[in-house]
């Protein structure tokens, strides 16, 4: 069964302390890629589409990239407002709407 | 630009009661809709979709069904609430198969 797994399921860091996030996947095509980010009581937020390995997208202090079984949003220099749960999401080949989503990163800034 | 609203932004409702959830998409014309619901621990999940008006295509069979009787309404109902129904329901939108916007979500609590 295709099946989407976020690693860590929690993350704790120190303001400035860059780490990645992880996003793996079993798929038989994938047609997409998706990063969200989710704030307590809100919907998620756009980040990035990723379509073919090897791709990389920026935005701040996040750049996610994507290889042919996984993808990593990486935080460079975190602020306490990256605090957020992260959400990775694919699509799949044949499937022109359903995006199948992980569970999400929850991760912490402390200052 | 475009905007996505719904509401209620929380519910209680008692077990057996009725439901109307609303969501309507602004600033773009023939988008496709999105229902999700977010469970405690648990990833986004697919409810229904749907790509014109009075085209309802259902991912999982329930308590619920969804409606579109205007290009940028649509609508998530139950005759009969139960208890596994309580979450929180995100409306999401899109242009063709790009990546999807979501609203800021209704709280649901079936008591």
């Known amino acids: 069964e295709d099946q989407v797994t976020q690693s860590p399921e929690a993350l704790r860091l120190q303001e400035g302390e860059s780490s990645s996030l992880n996003c793996s996947y079993t798929v038989s095509g994938l047609r997409g890629l998706f990063w969200y980010r989710q704030d307590p009581g809100k919907g998620p937020e756009f980040l990035f589409t990723l379509y073919s390995a090897g791709e990389e997208k920026e935005k701040e202090r996040l750049k996610a990239t994507l290889t042919k079984k996984e993808s990593f949003l990486h935080i460079t220099a975190p602020k306490p407002e990256d605090s957020a749960t992260y959400l990775c999401?694919?699509?799949?080949?044949?499937?022109?709407?359903?995006?199948?989503f992980g569970k999400g990163t929850l991760l912490t800034v402390n200052p | 630009s475009q905007t996505i609203h719904q509401w209620p932004a929380t519910l209680v409702q008692p077990v057996g009661s009725p439901l109307s959830l609303e969501c309507t998409v602004e600033?773009?014309?023939?988008?496709?809709l999105y229902w999700y619901r977010q469970a405690a621990g648990r990833g986004l999940q697919l409810l229904f979709y749907?790509?014109?008006?009075?085209?309802i295509s259902s991912e999982v069979p329930q308590n619920l069904s969804a409606s579109r009787p205007q290009d940028r309404q649509f609508i998530l109902s139950s005759k009969k609430l139960l208890l596994s129904d309580s979450g929180f329901y995100l409306c999401?939108?899109?242009?063709?198969?790009?990546?999807?916007?979501f609203g800021p979500g209704t709280r649901l609590t079936v008591l």
């Open positions: 999401a694919v699509k799949l080949r044949g499937s022109n709407y359903k995006l199948t």
């Open positions: 600033g773009t014309s023939n988008p496709n």
């Open positions: 749907s790509v014109g008006i009075g085209q």
């Open positions: 999401a939108w899109n242009s063709g198969t790009s990546e999807q916007f």
